[in-house]
């Protein structure tokens, strides 16, 4: 994948190991944002290393992965994570796209990084033969669904949350 640059100021790349602290720092400042809002999404105290070791280990090296950074201004400024992954062999599309991570700094967002970093994934994705693409997003994040529905993804399943200790309450 060759690096591309949606705006004069933004340049989108795969990741390199000189990342990694930028990555881990933006990781965590998403896992932040999203604790703030719903203490269900909460980590362990090795979360960050873990991730690390995820994105080392495994979207790095493997061609069915990817980890792309956005760059500003010589700063890495948002990363974006996908797969491909595939449900099972009685669905006409099995194979798909899935973008796992992304996080932006609070100061970069709204100047193009998050739309820059979804085409770059867009890229990679159809390169490799997928047709559709699929993200989680957290009910909390009113600004994320309103951004994903902006670049074009629409609903497609919903998923539920029981605490079996508090039988339903």
């Not at 970069?108 to 490799?128: D, I, M, N, S, Y």
């Amino acid at each position: 994948m060759t690096e591309r640059e949606d705006s004069p100021s933004i340049l989108v790349r795969p990741a390199g190991s000189d990342d990694l602290p930028a990555i881990g720092d933006l990781w965590q400042e998403m896992i932040d944002f999203h604790v703030a809002r719903d203490k269900r999404l909460m980590v362990r105290p090795t979360a960050r290393e873990s991730f690390l070791r995820y994105v080392r280990n495994t979207l790095m090296r493997s061609p069915s992965s990817f980890i792309a950074v956005a760059v500003s201004q010589g700063r890495v400024v948002g990363f974006l994570a996908g797969r491909i992954e595939n449900t099972e062999p009685v669905y006409v599309i099995s194979d798909f796209g899935h973008i796992t991570d992304i996080s932006v700094t609070e100061s970069a967002r709204r100047h193009g990084v998050g739309r820059a970093l979804f085409r770059f994934a867009e890229q990679w994705f159809k390169t490799r033969g997928m047709s559709t693409i699929r993200l989680s997003v957290a009910v909390t994040n009113p600004v994320s669904r309103a951004f994903w529905k902006e670049i074009g993804f629409q609903p497609f399943f919903e998923r539920y949350w029981y605490d079996i200790d508090n039988e339903g309450t």
